[in-house]
Each structure stands twice: as C-alpha cells, then as structure tokens.
C-alpha cells in the first residue's frame, strides 16, 4: 500500500482468486498460480519461483509455471499486449490501481511500450469504466479534456507519485490471456527511491476494490506464502488446498461503508487484540486497538510494506517490553534511528547475534495470531563495518506519517496467508516452509 523505504520485496508462487462481494463482477472458476520476483528496494522488492494455472474443472489442462523472485517487496513476471511483452510488477495487498511506467522518465527505465501493442486501448472521459469503476481509487480520475481521455494519479506515504490516463490491455500468465484488463499507464512519476523503481515496470493492485487485479480476474480467494530463507515464496489465485498444510486459523475482515478520513474501505482490515512478548502479555487496553470517529486506528495486512508499524501507544509499550527481555543479549544505541520511524536499535559488534535468545512477538487478532521469531525480529542495517547495527522489525507508524496499524511482509514471512474474500476471512498458519511451497504445488497440481 505504502510505497515506503521500507517495503521488502520478495519472490514467490502466485494463486489468485476473485471476491463474490462484487456482484458485477464476472467470476471464473479458474484457478492461477504465477511467479513472482522479490527485489531488495528499501522501498517495495531477487529471487526466483514459479507460478501456475489450473483450470480446476478442465482436467485436460495441464498447468503453467512461471518463474517469480522477492527481496523488498513481491514482484510476479508477466506479459502484456500483442504482441506480449515481458513486464514486472510488485504485488500490492494495500493498492487498487494497477499500473504500468509507459514512458520512460528519470525514475522509470523499465516500461511497457504500449505503442507496439494492437491490444492497447485508451479509455475516454465517457467509458463505463471512468465513469463508474474508478469511484473507488483514492484520488478520484478526472478527464483531460484536451485529450478526451480518462486520467487517473496515485500517491503514497514515502512521496511518490504517478500520473497517466486509464486504459485497457491484454494480461498474460503463461499462455493464458486476459483481455481488457483496465489499468493506470503512467507517463510521469516522481520517486524518492529511482533506482529501486527502476527495476519493476510497474504494481499490481490487490486490494478490494472495484478496479482491483482481485475483482477484475474475478477471484474469490488467493494466498501467499513467502520464504524466509531463500527469496522464494508462492502465491496462489484461487484455492489451494494443500493436504501438507497445518490447519488455518481464521480471523474475520472488518468492513465499514463510510468514507472516513482515515478510514481505507478496501484494504484487508482485521480486528487486532492484543501482543504478547515471549509469555507476558502486553498491558495494553482493548480501546487502544479500536479506529476513532475518523477511521484512523485502523489495521491492515500489506504485501506492499516491508516492516509492520504500530501507533505510538501501542508501539511504546511493546517496545519497552522487548528491551526488557533482551537487555542480557542486547545493547541498545540510543542515538540510532533507522529510516526515520524504527527507533529501537542495537550495537552489536563483530560477534554473530543469538537469534534463538529472542523472545517471540505474538500479535493476537480475533481467532488467529501472527507469530514473530527470530531473525523476522531485527534488520540488518547495511554498512557500519564491524559496529554491526540492528533495529526492531516494529516501527511507530505515526513517525513513518500513517494513522494505522500495518502489518507488512516481512512478519509474514513462512506463514501461510489465505484471503478468502467470498467469506470475508483471512486465514494463518504459522510455520510453514514456505521454500518448499512450490514443490508442494507443483506435486499436486
């Protein structure tokens, strides 16, 4: 959601599927896994995976395997146009527009070059889908009179920024094809991050929305699971169903109809409860996890952000319980603070840090948790020499300038991730070996 510094990219399977809360959208009974790419951008995303597609009533049909990497953020390989061309896009829980560099700039040097395709389609100021669809986006799309053309512009929370005109084009998986895919090609950006932003052509929005990945292929449940020890991972569209699976333990999605301030009405937004730090619960009252009147106070789960961010209540109690805990295995550094919003940092020297000395974080959600061990708990901070430097995985949200609870990739690596939007749940199970995830698929697809 956040096109932060601080997103992880990472590489893995891709299963998609599209929510039955969208009646007018046309649903499919097809079920994708593709690659995916994780790329180390202190901002979003290289490793590389497989994807597949299955088409789960065609028996006759085997399916496709495609490769995909991870690093910063989840970055899946694809095609667009006729002919296709080979494009990258980060996978983004927390966005809706999907959007593709169309020029080059500065900031882009990867584009797709919708020029060649005979499939490209602009969309006017009058098209359904200008009119109608993009009422979701959170900056409304606006006509370019001059050109008669439907203009669309995203923003996010680092600074940068995109602007183009809507349109519709031909997405590929393999030798599937997905015909008038609406999408933001943008001819202008602006990036605090462009040598990260140069190595994708583009971001995959999968949240809610009406003009969603999710809602326009249709899906009704996807899932990811992404590897902490290789850069690899898997993302299904669709439903898994894997017999190796520990059981999932679901929790609920919140969902709010009004437009409040602060309030995004299409992210994966979950009912958090509580944290615990090895066994001591955090003392932490239940309203401190509740939004306000605005909607700020607000949790959800982002592909698109590399740490997870607590507001500052909340993050101070947890941070002081940690340091407790660990103050026999590490040396805090007061005066180190690391991309401005993770404050809890440590000196550790040239000697290899004690993982398994750490006490395991728990954040607790109505009937599921989400568990965080060992090296998920501190980042490396490059450089410093022997003057090792790591910092907490947790960071205050509101010195990163957001009024919400995000819970980013990086936490939820080797846990299995289900969407299942047709239920209104998502579903955890801890643990899992997420490199070993695409022979898992691969042996049952």
Request: aromatic fraction near 8%; include cysteine.
């Amino acid at each position: 959601m956040f096109s932060l510094s601080i997103h992880l990219q990472i590489t893995f399977c891709i299963l998609i599927t599209i929510p039955l809360a969208f009646s007018r959208i046309i649903h499919t009974n097809q079920t994708l896994i593709f690659p995916l790419t994780a790329q180390n951008i202190h901002k979003d995303h290289n490793a590389s995976s497989t994807i597949f597609l299955q088409q789960r009533h065609l028996s006759s049909s085997p399916p496709i395997k495609i490769p995909f990497t991870h690093d910063v953020t989840l970055t899946v390989s694809l095609t667009a146009g006729s002919p296709p061309q080979t494009i990258n896009m980060v996978l983004d829980t927390g966005s809706e527009l999907s959007w593709l560099h169309c020029t080059k700039t500065s900031t882009s040097t990867s584009i797709f070059d919708h020029a060649k395709s005979s499939s490209y389609s602009a969309l006017p100021c009058s098209s359904p889908v200008c009119t109608t669809q993009t009422q979701d986006l959170t900056v409304p799309a606006t006509c370019d009179k001059k050109a008669n053309l439907c203009h669309v512009a995203v923003s996010y929370a680092d600074g940068s920024s995109l602007d183009g005109n809507l349109a519709q084009e031909t997405f590929g998986f393999g030798s599937t094809r997905r015909p008038a895919t609406a999408f933001g090609c943008m001819d202008s950006s602006s990036s605090t991050t462009p040598e990260e932003d140069a190595k994708t052509t583009g971001l995959m929005g999968m949240n809610r929305g009406r003009l969603s990945f999710v809602n326009q292929m249709g899906l009704t449940k996807f899932s990811y699971c992404i590897s902490g020890s290789d850069s690899t991972g898997v993302l299904v569209l669709g439903d898994a169903r894997l017999p190796s699976l520990p059981p999932l333990k679901y929790t609920p999605l919140v969902t709010k109809q009004d437009r409040l301030p602060y309030w995004d009405r299409f992210a994966y937004t979950v009912q958090f409860q509580g944290i615990r730090v090895g066994s001591v619960m955090l003392p932490i009252p239940a309203s401190a996890f509740v939004p306000d009147h605005s909607g700020a106070g607000q949790t959800i789960l982002d592909s698109g952000t590399q740490f997870t961010f607590l507001l500052a209540p909340v993050y101070n109690v947890l941070k002081t319980e940690f340091t407790k805990q660990t103050k026999s295995v590490l040396t805090v550094d007061p005066g180190f603070v690391f991309q401005t919003a993770m404050d809890l940092c440590f000196r550790v020297g040239s000697t290899k840090l004690d993982f398994s000395k750490l006490p395991t974080v728990s954040l607790m959600f109505a009937g599921a948790e989400l568990t965080v061990s060992g090296q998920k708990l501190l980042y490396h901070v490059p450089g410093h020499g022997a003057d090792q430097k790591y910092c907490f995985t947790f960071g205050n949200s509101e010195l990163a300038g957001v009024e919400m609870f995000i819970v980013g990739n990086l936490h939820q690596q080797n846990v299995w991730m289900e969407y299942d939007i047709a239920h209104a749940k998502v579903g955890f199970a801890n643990d899992v070996k997420c490199n070993q995830a695409s022979q898992l698929l691969g042996s049952r697809l």
